[in-house]
């Protein structure tokens, strides 16, 4: 069965799935009937170094996919969707074997005016070493970003989406494995679109995976912000972390779900996540549910946690003391907050650039 | 006392939190270049005179006033308040993940000596010297404000604010506390440079005399249920360590 037929074959997700619990289908499908496919476009892609200049020749962008992706997790319904939609949209990231650039990478991604999709496969050499940004812009009423792929054996990579869209919908699913030893760091930081469905998931299925998965997530007026995290530990050895730190203003709203799960003869797999939110006004809101499926017995750890909670005023007095202002204060304090994921996601040079695209944000937010 | 406009009067302050009085008539002029100190057991109001002093909004004053330099700073913010010259080393500072100590330096630097000299190279230098004079390894730049600081890291950080912000009135809330020897002698040795020979003062909050023999204090205070209840010169600290304050409720 072709992904389209699949996807029509799915109907409605159940409302009562804590995929969908927040955010409906409805909601994030381009037109809203969710018996049409409709036709989208093709965003423009790019691939430079963080200076501007043209990428090495170990790590190339080229058109079309091989194979089929392996859709046997159960968000079937949005990446059957997104892959028969993005047919012609279709891009593999090839990075090779021991490519180490020793600067980061910027996979841009303009979405244009109109509804666009398209559908990365990372194929990331083994022992590879490298940090790649995709920064995600344009004033498009919808866009759509399916990421599949492996990150194979040995390699280091720290993975950061930067979602920055002026308006409209952001669908993103993302189904990564992560190779033996690998070490990931997979950031995702969002202060864009109206409308954000995310569902982000990342199988280590051999021993000695590394996972680190960080958000620094800034909502205001009236955005709606969904993110669902899961991470499937299938192999011993296995560790990861999820830290999740949104900052929510106006009439916004974020949401943070989180599932990890430790499969039997995992052992000594070391697993934990927390959701903290920042809430900057009385009628923001902000919902976390981490939950765990352990099914080993000898795991090193497996933890969750939530914490919610408007700027704490100690901490305001403290650099009112020290001269700044209110508003400066109240900036400072949600710059920090955010940073505090932020500076996990990467090197010097790459939290830096993040930092000033943030910045730029966090001044134009009304938060 | 100096004939010149006092640096800080307070007079007849009465102040509290959520409706409980804590400063009962609080009365202290400090004048330019001077160093108080103010003793008193644990709940006698020290730490909240250097609360209402320094703003914070949890304490509401009742009566009296506070004045630095002719100006009354009751109703101006906490922010105003550091721009005009107070300065407060916190008892325990705050730790803020995710700033950058080099950012809120500069921040805080720009905000209270104005941008000029945040960006000047006078101000690195100068930057670099306090560092070192307390004990303060560069790697500290990169570390977050206070985020998993020792003790003794925090009272040197403040004390490192307080030479880069040069204050008029720097009030020090127990920041002796905690330290040890050497710590307390670095930490006088800030205070000493700090406001020594300047038309700066300070207002040391302390339970023990040991920095106050470093930072020789021109007058103690005794500070008891809200009210000062006796005032001397240095010698009256080590009264006070020695026999403790049950006598002068006696007396």
């Known amino acids: 069965m072709d992904s389209a037929s699949r996807y029509l074959s799915l109907g409605k997700p159940n409302r009562a799935d804590h995929l969908w619990r927040y955010t409906s289908w409805k909601k994030v499908h381009p037109t809203g009937d969710i018996s ?45 969707f997104l892959h028969a939609s993005a047919k012609s949209s279709e891009w593999t990231l090839v990075v090779d074997k021991r490519f180490s650039p020793g600067k980061p990478v910027i996979l841009e991604i303009r979405t244009g005016d109109s509804p666009s999709v398209a559908h990365i496969s990372l194929d990331i050499g ?59 760091r997979a ?15 990342y199988i280590m299925g051999d021993p000695g995976g590394n996972i680190r998965v960080l958000g620094s997530i800034l909502s205001a007026d009236s955005m709606h912000i969904d993110h669902h995290i899961e991470i499937h530990h299938e192999a011993p050895e296995t560790f990861s972390r999820l830290s999740w730190h949104s900052a929510c ?42 939950e765990l499926e352990v099914m080993e017995n000898d795991v090193v750890g497996c933890g969750h946690g939530t914490a919610n909670g408007p700027i704490d005023e100690e901490q305001m007095f403290y650099l009112n003391a020290r001269g700044f202002d209110k508003d400066g204060a109240k900036r400072s304090l949600i710059a920090a907050f955010l940073n505090s994921t932020l500076s996990e996601m990467g090197g010097v040079e790459l939290h830096k650039w993040l930092v000033n695209e943030l910045s730029l944000k966090l001044e134009a937010l009304h938060t | ?93 705050q730790a803020v993940p995710g700033l950058q100590v080099g950012n ?80 307390i002698r670095t930490v006088s040795e800030g205070v000493n440079a700090a406001i020594r020979d300047t038309d700066s003062g300070a207002l040391i909050i302390t339970h023990y005399s040991r920095i106050l023999e470093h930072v020789q204090p021109d007058r103690v205070h005794v500070l008891l249920d809200g009210r000062i209840v006796l005032s001397g010169g240095p010698e009256l600290a080590t009264k006070l360590e020695e026999r403790g304050y049950e006598w002068l409720k006696e007396e």
């Open chain 1, 249 to 290: 203003g106006g009439s916004s709203r974020t949401i943070g779900t989180g599932m990890l799960t430790i499969r039997k003869g995992s052992r000594g797999a070391d697993a934990a996540q927390i959701f903290h939110n920042l809430l900057l006004s009385e009628s923001a809101e902000a919902d976390s549910i981490p």
């Open chain 1, 126 to 184: 083994e022992i590879s070493e490298f940090e790649l940004i995709t920064k995600v812009t344009g004033r498009s009423e919808w866009f759509g970003l399916l990421r599949t792929g492996q990150i194979q054996n040995g390699a280091i990579m720290n993975d950061v989406v930067l979602g920055l869209q002026e308006k409209g919908t952001f669908l993103r699913s993302d189904a990564i494995a992560i190779g033996r030893d690998a070490q990931v």
């Open chain 1, 187 to 201: 950031g995702t930081v969002s202060s864009g679109s109206e409308r954000t469905k995310s569902d982000l998931r």
């Open chain 2, 1 to 93: 006392m100096s004939e010149k406009m006092p640096l800080l009067e307070i007079n007849d302050l009465h102040a509290g939190i959520d409706g409980n009085e804590i400063l009962k008539g609080i009365n202290l002029i400090i004048g330019p270049g001077e160093i108080h100190a103010i003793m008193g057991r644990n709940g006698s109001g020290k730490t909240t005179t250097a609360n209402v002093i320094m703003g914070h909004p949890d304490f509401d004053v009742e009566k009296g006033d506070v004045i630095l330099e002719g100006e009354s700073l009751l109703e101006m913010e906490a922010w105003e308040r550091a721009r005009k010259g107070v300065f407060l080393s916190f008892q325990y500072p």
């Open chain 2, 104 to 183: 809120f330096l500069r921040k805080s630097v720009a905000s209270i000596r104005g941008e000029d000299e945040a960006k000047s190279s006078n101000f690195r230098e100068k930057l670099a010297n306090a560092m070192e004079s307390l004990d303060i390894p560069r790697s500290f730049m990169a570390r977050y404000v206070n985020d998993g600081f020792s003790g003794g890291e925090k009272k040197r950080f403040e004390i490192l604010q307080m030479i880069l912000l040069r204050p008029r009135l720097a009030i020090l809330d127990e920041t002796d506390s905690g330290l040890d020897i050497d710590g």
């Open chain 1, 36 to 80: 049409e496919m409709p036709p989208l476009g093709q965003p423009e892609l790019s691939l430079s170094m963080i200076d501007g200049s043209e990428p090495p020749s170990g790590i190339k962008l080229e058109q079309g996919i091989e194979g089929n992706p392996d859709f046997s997790m159960d968000n079937a319904l949005t990446n059957a």
